[in-house]
């Protein structure tokens, strides 16, 4: 949310309510204050100053790189840095961060999707121009920050909310209640809210932990007006609940009213005489009528304006203030409570607040989710947009929430609305989604079991319904024998793989290089990473893996969690310019593997280990990994006729073809086959070496029906594709064939030079 100028009229027209304070001293005396009290119940807890997280990431993303997919590791030392200032103070810190995109404000955050996707194309213009990282005004948080920031404040011990409703309200619902010494955030609604006071971060100076305190009690002697007055202000300005169009005649009259009443009115901006103009219609109001929190008569607003006003007033009343005229608020039932237990729902939600789960909320509770902007060249035909990607394997963790059979039939046939942002998405409705089934060896198993249930047969069913989701369950025998990092990022690049069939060789060698490389770097190496030039096709790949392990973690959620958490996160499998120097090497026909893996044994056994996994893995799905790497680095000079001829590739797509105009890949795979038109389907902080690692429960058995899901997958093996006995827990390692060098360039041994027979 926000209010409409309102923070600039502070900072221009009313300084005296901006107050500079220093955040230890207001910790001192907020700590001193509460010795005295005998009553207070902060005692135990401390000073806290309450974080909005979503405002902070800019702040917290100083990294020189943000374009090549985040350099993540470092970003985690500027997070534990920076947590490390405020507790050495005697701060405590709670975050929050946004949970849910409130059906209300819908149309706001596509107009602000709208806007960044502008953004992200300039950028991209600049890059494919020059062939470096704009600056300037040019700037994008790298894809998925906020996804993941939750769990890195969670892995230095900080306590962290996800939002089940408007974020910004949670805040002030919890400082007031808590009685917080203020909120740390970038959002004029903290001015108008009766809550803990608003520091500003976009003000913040590190060094002496000094910035900005917007005084509200100040704020309303200068134009007059309560603090119960400040909502109705606030909407009449323009809020995300009533937006500025909306109010725009009431203004008017307002504005020419004060013209009239103040020949000489307060020296400050126009913008600064519209809050004067406003706060006078508010207080001639007040002074007719007994202060309430009901819609002025005199404002002659038709019936469906007072009704939002109404609405744009309670959203800034706190639970505590809330009026039963004004709230009528009920619970909305979750959207699928029919197909799932209410143990499911409880975990959930619970998983969600405590923002451990990803995706799993928005989908049983809600019905809906969505992506916000991916780092993605709207120019580049050749690879799929991330939301296109990843939609198969979305379909399978909606399919496993909700209990679809082997047929694909469930009750009721349940849809999910996806609000995704890509290039060509105009975002005018959601695309409703048909979940479809994973491809078990037995029959579906409940969420019960997948998540509450222990033993070795559900941890082997927990980590094959993870990798069915991705199409990879051959990678079940690498279980206990890479690291889990590795496992998941081999899953991910596989199946990235598959998808993309525009993807090269080189491109599959600069993802898992990097991420057996990055095993061994520090964040200070990883900074001091040279690229001499950037190139969008990377930017664009680089945004699609990091997009891709978010989806990870969802699917690792909905089975119940087979791999820690930890091993999901990008700074343990993926650095962007890390990932930005191996494409370039790759694609320059650098002539050994070793080159890849800075010439480390160890580095290049494991590197030649997942690579030939992927292989074949490739081989038994008719995917020809081809080899078509880049001549030369693209030259800064490159004009924009070269640009459309080469889009950084060296090589055209299948058949001169791009997704736009297929609107599916060349050949589909999994369930179903490839994607879809959108028009198609609208009928349609865990310890790092745990593997048993239930769902928010000790293991305790999930009851009859749970073990009956037992009792169904007792015999099953979890290579059932391949045949042979395995271990359950953990498998043995494989064998694997040796690389050979051959027409200068290293490739695979000839048994995978060729796709299977048809039927095999």
Not at 155 to 171: G, H, T, W
Not at 288 to 310: C, I, N, W, Y
Not at 412 to 425: A, R, S
Not at 734 to 753: D, F, I, K, T, V
């Amino acid at each position: 949310m926000g209010v409409k100028g309102l923070q600039y009229f502070m900072d221009q027209c009313c300084p005296e309510a901006c107050v500079t304070v220093n955040l230890r001293q207001v910790a001192r005396d907020h700590a001193a204050k509460i010795q005295g009290d005998s009553t207070s119940t902060a005692h135990n807890t401390g000073p806290t100053l309450v974080v909005d997280g979503m405002a902070c990431l800019r702040h917290w993303y100083s990294c020189k790189d943000w374009m090549c997919g985040g350099q993540w590791k470092e970003y985690v030392d500027v997070l534990k840095r920076w947590v490390e200032a405020f507790t050495s103070a005697g701060i405590r810190l709670v975050f929050f961060f946004d949970g849910v995109v409130e059906e209300k404000k819908r149309a706001v955050w596509v107009k602000r999707r709208h806007r960044v996707n502008g953004d992200i194309s300039k950028i991209f213009c600049h890059v494919r121009k020059y062939g470096e990282q704009p600056g300037g005004n040019l700037f994008c948080l790298p894809s998925g920050l906020a996804t993941f920031t939750p769990f890195a404040l969670r892995s230095l011990n900080q306590e962290v909310f996800c939002s089940v409703q408007e974020a910004d309200y949670e805040i002030a619902d919890y400082a007031r209640q808590n009685n917080c010494i203020g909120i740390l955030g970038q959002d004029s609604d903290f001015i108008v809210y009766d809550s803990a006071p608003y520091f500003s971060v976009g003000k913040l100076w590190m060094k002496n932990l000094t910035t900005v305190m917007y005084d509200r009690q100040k704020l309303c002697q200068n134009i007059g007006l309560t603090i119960t007055q400040l909502p109705l202000l606030a909407c009449l300005l323009g809020t995300d609940v009533v937006s500025e169009e909306k109010m725009q005649h009431v203004r008017n009259d307002a504005i020419e009213t004060y013209m009239k009443n103040n020949p000489a009115p307060h020296g400050c901006a126009p913008q600064g005489q519209v809050v004067y103009a406003v706060s006078q219609l508010v207080s001639r109001w007040c002074s007719r009528e007994e202060e309430s929190d009901a819609v002025p008569q005199f404002l002659g607003l038709p019936a469906h304006q007072t009704d939002l006003l109404k609405k744009g007033i309670c959203a800034y009343r706190l639970s505590e203030q809330r009026s039963p005229e004004l709230d009528g608020l009920t619970a909305p039932s979750p959207a699928f409570e029919r197909h799932v237990s209410p143990e499911i729902l409880k975990a959930c939600r619970e998983k969600h607040v405590a923002a451990e789960g990803f995706m799993l909320y928005s989908v049983l509770c809600e019905g809906v989710t969505d992506c916000s902007n991916t780092l993605e060249d709207e120019e580049d035909g050749e690879i799929l947009p991330q939301a296109l990607v990843y939609k198969p394997c979305r379909r399978r963790i909606y399919g496993l929430l909700l209990l679809l059979g082997q047929d694909g039939q469930s009750v009721d046939c349940p849809t999910i609305k996806e609000w995704f942002v890509f290039p060509g998405n105009p975002l005018k409705e959601p695309e409703v989604v048909h979940p479809v089934p994973i491809c078990l060896p037995c029959d579906q198993p409940s969420l019960d079991l997948l998540w509450f249930s222990s033993g070795p047969e559900v941890t082997a069913l927990r980590l094959t319904a993870f990798l069915s989701i991705f199409d990879c369950t051959e990678l079940f025998n690498l279980y206990g024998v890479v690291e889990d990092a590795l496992l998941a990022a081999l899953c991910l690049v596989t199946y990235i793989i598959l998808q993309v069939q525009t993807l090269s060789q080189e491109d599959a060698d600069a993802y898992l290089s990097q991420a057996v490389c990055l095993r061994l770097k520090t964040s200070q190496e990883l900074q001091q990473i040279e690229l001499p030039v950037l190139c969008s096709r990377a930017v664009q790949l680089g945004s699609l893996y990091v997009r891709g392990l978010s989806h990870l973690l969802g699917a690792n959620s909905a089975s119940g969690c087979p791999l820690p958490s930890a091993a999901l996160m990008p700074w343990h499998s993926f650095d962007g310019r890390l990932f930005h120097s191996k494409y370039l090497l790759a694609h320059s026909g650098a002539e050994k593997p070793e080159l890849l893996m800075d010439s480390d044994p160890s580095c290049l056994s494991l590197f030649l280990q997942l690579r030939e996994k992927l292989a074949e893995i490739c081989m038994r799905r008719g995917r020809v990994l081809q080899s078509r790497p880049k001549v030369s680095p693209p030259s800064p000079q490159t004009t924009p006729e070269d640009e459309r001829r080469d889009r950084h590739t060296g090589w055209s797509p299948v058949g001169g073809e791009s997704w736009r105009g297929r609107g599916e890949t060349s050949r589909g795979h999994g369930h179903g086959g490839g994607w879809p038109d959108r028009g198609e389907e609208r009928s349609d902080g865990t310890e790092y070496g745990h593997r048993e690692r239930l769902w928010g429960r000790g293991g305790g058995g999930g009851g009859g029906h749970a073990g009956a899901g037992v009792q169904q997958c007792h015999s099953f093996s979890p290579e059932w594709r391949d045949g042979g006995p395995q271990n359950a827990t953990r498998p043995q390692k494989q064998s694997g064939g040796r690389p050979r060098r051959g027409r200068g360039r290293y490739q695979l041994a000839p048994r995978w030079s060729q796709p299977p027979a048809p039927g095999t």
